[in-house]
């Protein structure tokens, strides 16, 4: 029994570890994606949850940052998915709208970056993951697609169309201006 619980000991230090070190990161991640605060802090608690619950399923192939990463991104598209599609188009919308009940500490964005973000709200999510994945959080093309559960070429072909989009709904929003 004393085995039983040294192994499950190192396993709540290894998941607080990983929390330590990712949960900012996967709660930024999230919140782009939802666009609600108290909701991007559930479903990052619900990620370190899950983490520890299937700790056992981690083949440890990839990194844990990727894991978790594949964990959250599959907890936050399973809660777009339950919410009402009037609600969602309602949300794209309005996105602005809730910016300013951030906490300060978490939202020190310029107003150029507050708009790229309207802008990314825009965006159909596929276009608007890759973008955050690859350009915000920086993962590699690998690790994009086993987060989101991709190949290579996929990731490569949405990226290139996602930011094609995203400069066309900026040059829209006479955020940038076209290219001479």
């Known amino acids: ?5 040294s192994l499950t000991r190192e396993r709540k230090n290894e998941v607080t570890d990983w929390y330590q070190q990712h949960s900012d990161s996967i709660f930024r991640y999230i919140l782009f994606m939802v666009r609600d605060y108290q909701q991007a802090e559930d479903l990052t608690q619900e ?3 899950k983490g520890f619950r ?3 399923t981690f083949e440890r192939k990839a990194n844990e940052k990727t894991w978790l990463f594949r964990i959250a991104h599959n907890l936050t598209i399973d809660f777009l998915r339950k919410q009402k599609p009037l609600e969602l188009l309602k949300d794209l919308v309005f996105l602005g709208k809730n910016t300013s009940t951030l906490p ?3 939202v020190e964005i310029k107003e150029s970056s507050t708009e790229i973000y ?5 965006l159909k999510p596929a276009y608007r993951e890759v973008i955050i994945l690859r350009k915000i959080k920086e993962f590699t093309i690998e690790e994009t697609g086993e987060i989101l559960n991709w190949s290579e070429s996929k990731v490569k072909n949405t990226l290139s ?4 989009a ?3 709904q900026l040059n829209k929003e006479g955020i940038i201006h076209e290219k001479h």
């Open 1 to 5: 029994m004393r085995g039983r619980d």
């Open 54 to 56: 299937y700790y056992d």
């Open 47 to 49: 990620t370190f949850i």
């Open 118 to 122: 309207h802008a990314l709200g825009l």
């Open 161 to 164: 169309r996602a930011l094609s």
């Open 104 to 106: 300060e500490e978490l």
């Open 166 to 168: 995203l400069e066309k």
